[in-house]
């Protein structure tokens, strides 16, 4: 049946509600005010509260409608701006924009996503999963995410589109990894001949990191982060180096991973100490392509523009959801721009049709 028009209103105010609680990762007691933000938003547009699930990231909001589950819908409402960014930055719309800490990546997603099901009249067996830790890695909620997409079936995620209100059909794989040094300190003047300067090994150290890249196959390998020694007339004893990696595939996630265990120093005195892995496993297109065909058909019988699917470099819990073989397609959140920027932004007359896709989308997926 035809989905009633989007209050664009309504759908701002709630953004600002929620922008307006900032909920830095990691920062426990804003996370839960946070989900408590976001629990009261569910609950006055689907009448229904959600169950706010404990960890050690804060809390985790899950509402879920009667029926045998058959959709989850998956976000979270931590961001990467710190206490503080609001009062420098806060919630405004100006020149068809929205902006707010936030706001993009991805409170926005959640608006949407409420509005959406609050639109529809048969939600029964839809899960909506908004999680508190996905910035930092979803170590705390991993699990759930999986569990939940297993029972459901079928996953939306509510991040961001890409340029041009495109969907993410695909992702590469992400990982990090920190390589430590130890060296030895010595007097930089005097007897430097007797130190082992760990600064220098992490120079080598990074040139062969960022050798393990392929951009043939869609591997970066990236040195992101140094940090070595603690006086100018000291040789550095320990140097640290963090790396950011993306794969698009499972062989080449393999391959990097031995590359980075294999990592030997050019200084036999100085030790290498590796760890981290790939943690986001590569969300192939071919697990969600039956949802992408399904957004393209909702989009057309909605009388909205026709949308497009691109891979991403980022990640996202879809690609746990999709590694399981769980139909997965991501990219169903607000347009605009700046993720994890300063100018992070919201396409303001783009949110009645992102909302109305959604609905259609959600409303086109049949019972299992």
């Known amino acids: ?18 922008v307006n609680v900032e909920s830095p ?39 879920r409608a009667p029926g045998e589950p058959r959709l989850l819908l998956v976000g979270h409402h931590d961001t990467v701006f710190p206490l503080g960014a609001l009062a420098t930055r806060p919630f405004t719309v100006a020149d068809g924009r929205a902006t707010g800490p936030g706001a993009f990546d991805m409170k926005g997603g959640i608006v949407l996503a409420v509005h959406a099901l609050a639109a529809l009249d048969d939600v029964n067996g839809i899960e909506l999963l908004v999680t508190s830790d996905e910035e930092v890695g979803s170590g705390a909620s991993r699990m759930l995410i999986e569990e939940r997409a297993l029972a459901c079936g079928r996953v939306l995620v509510l991040e961001p589109a890409a340029d041009g209100g495109a969907l993410k059909v695909g992702r590469k794989g992400v990982g990090t990894f920190e390589v430590t040094i130890a060296g030895r300190a010595a007097h930089a003047g005097l007897e430097p001949e007797k130190g082992v300067n760990a600064l220098v090994e992490a120079a080598y150290q990074v040139l062969d990191i960022a050798a393990i890249a392929d951009v043939a196959a869609g591997t970066t390998v990236t040195p992101t982060v140094a940090s070595a020694g ?3 007339n000291v040789v550095p004893a320990a140097a640290t180096l963090r790396i950011d ?8 996630a393999q391959r990097v991973e031995r590359a980075m265990a294999a990592l030997t120093p050019r200084d036999a005195n100085a030790v290498i100490t590796v760890t981290g892995d790939i943690n986001r496993p590569p969300m192939a297109p071919s697990v969600g392509a039956a ?58 007359a783009s949110l009645p049709d992102r909302a109305a896709l959604l609905a259609a989308l959600i409303e086109s997926i049949p019972r299992r």
């Open 291 to 348: 949802l992408f065909d399904a957004a393209q058909k909702a989009a057309a019988g909605a009388g909205l523009a026709p949308v497009q699917g691109v891979t991403v470099g980022g990640g996202s819990d879809g690609n746990f959801t999709s590694a399981l073989g769980v139909p997965t397609l991501d990219g169903l959140g607000v347009m605009g721009g700046g993720a994890h920027a300063d100018h992070e932004w919201v396409d303001v």
């Open 230 to 232: 603690t006086a100018d």
């Open 245 to 252: 990696v993306r794969v698009a595939s499972m062989v080449e």
């Open 25 to 63: 990762s990691h920062d426990v007691d804003a996370i839960a005010a946070s989900a408590n933000a976001v629990a009261d938003l569910i609950t006055r547009r689907l009448g229904s509260p959600p169950v706010l699930i404990d960890s050690v990231a804060g809390p985790h909001v899950h509402w």
């Open 1 to 18: 049946m035809p989905i009633a028009p989007f209050d664009l209103d309504a759908v701002l105010g709630d953004l600002e509600r929620l």
